[in-house]
């Protein structure tokens, strides 16, 4: 499994059923993928022609080992991450991160954003308004752009079902707000961190994507 996929601007790359999904837009990426697999990045980086040293900026939606093991093959990038995550990167937390469950090493990173409740980052033509969404971990964000309608949803929820509960920093009473938090939210693009994209003709709130998963082709 993997592959690119391009919706408008944004970039979905996916090198393996492990890595995380990672969403290049302009020069910064939304979560890097394990590390594992950076041939795999490469490769797809080739495809897209872009240099890995012209990324400038990653954000993490949250402290695990599958969304922030490879941020240290962006060279160039400096690292935002919601603050109660933040220390997981800073540390190179391997219990936290879940490291350990993927054999994975984690390297201890600078953290140059501390990322709030209702910060806004500006990424080419989008604002990414972040939304804290605790519950699959303690600093897990979501990030919507009102005009595009766009929502990244890192773990919180997915387009089949919604995230775990059960790895380090889970709970699930949070993740529950979490969700009522963002069902009323209009989305034309549902952007999760594994699996397929949904892309809509005409916006939907998320609950109702949430309720009847519209079928989104593959692409390879
Ligand atoms: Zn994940
Ligand atoms: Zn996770």
Redesign the pocket.
Known sequence: MGGIRKIDNIVLIRLSDMDSNIYLIDDTVIDSGTGFNFTRLFQALKILKVDVKSINHIINT?G?F??IGGNGYFVNADIAIHEADAEIVENGDSEKSYADFYDGRLSPREVKTRLKEGDSIKVDAMDLEVIHTPG??PGSICLYDSKSKTLFTG?TIFCDGI?RTD?PGGNEEQLKSSIDRLASLEVRRLLP?HGDAVVLDSPKTVAEVMASPPSSEEED
């Open positions: 949250h695990h599958d969304h699959h971990t773990d995230g790895m961190g």
